[in-house]
């Protein structure tokens, strides 16, 4: 029954969409429908709301659309979402103010004389709109409305010049910012989750094992990543529209003729250009470029294009008036000032402690005051002129508003589509699938392509994506990234907006068209953009590195950038690192060896050791990389072998499964038939039966599994876990010959700072003989705080804690402090002997030789990757690994 109810739900969902009806309410109003029509039935017949419920039942639904709606509006930690009325507000701002008007204008006649220049010049100003704007709608109009007739004028081809312009209005949804990515990163973070469980359950199953290696879970993506995995296929995108065209004009020149400019090409068109296409340039490097240098968070961004939209819009909108630019003009030269003042003086406004220090905090007080004034004022100028302000908020609170009850709705629809047993019925069918993740990818791709004729890019991105995402994200065979997954969806949905009957490009085109256009001519358009479109996808399909790569790099070369320990980097890491060791061996190895001659007799036992062995496990390091190549070239031979057999099992193991949930299904009915009247357990010798067939089904399955697996799957196994072995003994040495070179160069180097810090312990004995107890013990824990800095000290710093507490007990004893105290400096002369020596005989040719491992032997103990180590890394980490024969 809980199919017959599934059906109801789709079938409500279809009619409703349809004919019509506001997709913010024919979301929720199906599910609603459907749930409480299967609830109603539930108790009717059954006795039970819940009887007609593959998983739970409505109280569970209920529960499931609170716990949607605290996310999305309530939870601290869900914040992406806060992204998009700001960016939101900056797109429409930035199309009210006519800034999007000039971009054509100027840019048609810049294009204007190259073959096909006209209808390149649309895809350009498109790109710069959708990195500006990403409003399809208003782009496409604005661009229908001025460049559509100018085309025409010039014997543009009716169905180029309007499959160019509704094509090129789309890439606000590809290109970032844009409001599809955002969704696709809210929905992908959950996604994410549940995947994550699902590999984890896959690896229990297949290995026995309770815990997953960490470096085999699936990483999950934020708006910003996604902004970034966009940024290269967008500009993919925007590349073959501008080749097309121009391969057109070549081909056919009388479909997009060059376009004769009246005007001059002299320094006042230049200096036209440029104040044109400046600030929208700026503008996005300020917004992407502070999310790329992880100056800001994609919230902070989308603010920061909010207020530089307004103050573009305050200045575009009195353009040919006096004093137009002086709102601009004071904020530029209000962030130039506090860029400069951040720069030649830190600001903190919690540690003044100069005259220096307040009057660098009263410049920046200043200076944030008067771009505060800049914004103000061109947010009154807006507000004034044309009633711009007032338009745009409430446009934005429109767009906003829909797009939060549309996720609501989605929310409550996927919910009563869980709870109905479609989530399992979706997996069962693709997982079912032979051939793999790629043939469950393309099946996944084609039905979200068929549903962009139909659907909106929001519907499909909060409803179909929540029930497939987990399934392809959990596949180890791929393992692909949720960026990848996401920008890939994106790229999919894009298309949408121009597929017939519903692409809304294709209406936004048609309103503003001349009736000289016919429909069909923008229809057949579109065809060739379309395909493009779907080219695009294959190519980013083909080399993921495209999306994963900024990401990556991005990751890892920031401030918070994971240290090379980091379990996921280790693979990559270790294939770029044996690389070095093939090309520096020879001088590695000299190295080591100059360095195991050096003189350690004069420094303490424990560091004579600690070193001595270190440079003997620096020379073991390349013993131990051919031991991990053995082990992992045993691995891959096996490995052809293997996976037929592997992929065989686990398809048979997953059916039985299946067959152990239904199973179970069947005897918790019979369970509940128990205590039912008599016409009701009329039904149990069926049902009886049913387990009796079920359970012969999955003896037949058990008898289907190859004799040789037990032994193949031991051998392999037992390969994989002297991989691993080999792995760790690998990095336990190369750890345990970097560390104590470490210590001991950094202890070495501190000689001047514990030499100078004598004086201030020996001025400690005329503190106790003279000084008040309070102030003797605070000038204690100043010389500790100093001594605690300095590397190697803790002897002597305990020494004079000792000090500290027989002065501070209950009967102080000045004595014992005087006696704990020579006893620091008899320890402090000790370690001054032999680190003077060290410093003078030692330290150089230890720094040398330090310098020659750390970025290979000594590289997993640094705190971050080197610059060149990461574009290495990221290269290994933007290919998708298949980590299949681990399941």
């Not at 869980?418 to 393309?442: A, M, N």
Request: glycine share 8%; net charge neutral; with cysteine.
């Amino acid at each position: 029954m809980e199919l017959v109810f599934l059906l109801l739900l789709i079938v409500l969902m279809i009619w409703a969409l349809g004919s019509g009806f506001p997709v913010a309410f024919s979301l929720p109003g199906s599910a609603i429908l459907a749930i409480g029509a299967a609830a109603f039935f539930g108790w009717l017949i059954a006795g039970d709301p819940s009887a007609y419920f593959a998983q739970g039942g409505p109280v569970q639904w209920l529960t499931a659309g609170v716990t949607n709606f605290r996310g999305i509006y309530w939870e601290v930690e869900r914040d992406t979402l806060i992204a998009i009325p700001l960016f939101v507000f900056m797109g429409i701002m930035l199309q009210r103010s006519k800034i999007a008007e000039d971009l054509l204008v100027t840019m048609a006649q810049l294009f204007g004389p190259v073959p096909g220049g006209l209808g390149i010049s649309v895809v350009f100003v498109g790109a710069l709109l959708a990195a500006t704007t990403g409003i399809v709608g208003a782009t496409v109009v604005a661009m229908g409305l001025i460049s559509l007739p100018a085309m025409m004028r010039n014997n543009y081809s009716n169905s180029l010049a309007t499959g160019t312009i509704a094509a090129s209005g789309t890439l606000g949804q590809i290109i970032p910012p844009s409001i599809v990515l955002i969704i696709l990163a809210d929905q992908l973070a959950s996604a994410v989750d549940q995947a994550s469980t699902t590999r984890k359950a896959l690896y229990k199953a297949g290995t026995g094992q309770i815990s997953m290696p960490s470096e085999f879970d699936i990483v999950s993506t934020s708006a910003g990543d996604m902004f970034m995995g966009a940024f290269v296929p967008g500009l993919v995108l925007v590349g073959l529209y501008m080749v097309f065209i121009l391969v057109i004009s070549l081909l056919r020149p009388h479909l997009a003729p060059a376009v004769h400019f009246d005007g001059k090409y002299d320094s006042r068109f230049l200096r036209r250009v440029l104040l044109i296409l400046v600030p929208p340039l700026t503008l996005i490097f300020v917004v992407l470029g502070s999310i790329i240098m992880g100056i800001a968070t994609v919230n902070q961004a989308g603010a920061i294009g909010a207020v530089g939209a307004t103050i573009m819009a305050g200045y575009r909108l009195r353009e040919g008036h006096r004093g137009a630019y002086r709102p601009a003009m004071l904020s530029i030269a209000s962030v130039v000032a506090l860029v400069m003042i951040a720069n030649i003086h830190p600001i903190n406004i919690k540690n003044i402690d100069t005259g220096t220090d307040a009057f660098v905090l009263v410049l920046a007080i200043v200076a944030a005051a008067a771009f505060l004034v800049s914004v103000v004022w061109s947010g009154w100028r807006a507000f004034r002129i044309e009633d711009t302000l007032r338009g745009v908020m409430v446009e934005t609170a429109k767009t906003t508003a829909l797009v939060f009850i549309i996720l609501l709705g989605a929310a409550m629809l996927t919910a009563a589509f869980r709870g109905f047993g479609g989530e399992d019925l979706v997996k069962d069918f693709l997982t079912g699938l032979s051939g793999g993740f790629w043939v469950q990818f393309i099946i996944v791709m084609g039905v979200i392509f068929v549903l962009g004729f139909f659907l909106d890019f929001i519907e499909i991105a909060v409803v179909v994506v929540p029930i497939v995402a987990p399934i392809l994200l959990a596949e180890p065979s791929a393992n692909i990234t949720a960026v990848w997954l996401g920008v890939m969806i994106g790229l999919n949905i894009q298309t949408s907006f121009l597929t017939p009957p519903f692409g809304f490009a294709l209406f936004y085109l048609r309103g503003v068209a001349p009736k000289s256009v016919r429909t069909i001519e923008i229809y057949k358009g579109v065809v060739a953009f379309i395909c493009l479109q779907l080219v695009g996808l294959a190519i980013v399909g083909a080399w993921p590195w495209m999306v994963n790569y900024l990401p990556n790099r991005i990751s890892l070369t920031s401030d918070t950038a994971p240290p090379p320990q980091n379990p996921k980097l280790q693979y990559c890491l270790e294939a770029s690192l044996f690389q070095q060791y093939d090309a520096r061996e020879t001088e590695i190895l000299a190295a080591i060896d100059t360095a195991g001659r050096l003189d350690l007799s004069y420094l303490p036992k424990d560091l004579q050791a600690t070193t001595a062995k270190a440079f003997g496990q620096a020379a073991k390091t390349f013993e131990l990389v051919e031991q991990v190549r053995a082990a992992e070239a045993a691995v891959a031979a096996k490995a052809d072998a293997y996976r037929p057999a592997l992929n065989q099992v686990r398809n048979l193991q997953r059916d039985m499964r299946r067959i152990d949930v239904e199973a179970e299904e069947i005897r918790s009915r019979i369970a509940r038939l128990s205590s039912a009247s008599d016409e009701e357990k009329a039904d149990l010798p069926n049902l009886e039966a049913r387990i009796g067939v079920i359970e012969a089904g999955k003896k037949d399955l058990e008898a289907q599994i190859p004799e040789s697996w037990a032994e193949l799957s031991k051998t392999m196994q037992a390969l994989q876990q002297a991989e691993d072995k080999a792995r760790k003994l690998y990095r336990r040495n190369v750890d345990a010959a970097y560390a104590p070179i470490g210590e001991i160069v950094t202890v070495v180097g501190a000689t001047d700072r514990l030499d100078a810090i004598r004086g201030d312990i020996e001025a400690l004995k005329d503190i106790v003989r003279n000084a008040e107890i309070p102030e003797a013990v605070k000038k204690f824990k100043a010389i500790e705080k100093a001594v605690g800095q300095i590397e190697g000290a803790k002897e002597i710093r305990k020494l004079l804690s000792k000090a500290r507490r027989a002065l501070k007990a209950k009967v102080p004893d000045p004595d014992k402090a005087l006696d704990f105290i020579d006893k620091a400096l008899e320890a402090h002369a000790r370690e001054m002997s032999w680190r003077s020596q060290a410093k003078n005989e030692l330290l150089p040719d230890l720094e040398a030789y330090e310098a020659t491992i750390r970025d290979n032997i000594g590289l997993r103990q640094q705190s971050r990757l080197p610059v060149k180590q990461v574009k290495e890394i990221v290269g290994c980490l933007s290919q998708h690994r298949d980590i299949s024969l681990y399941f």
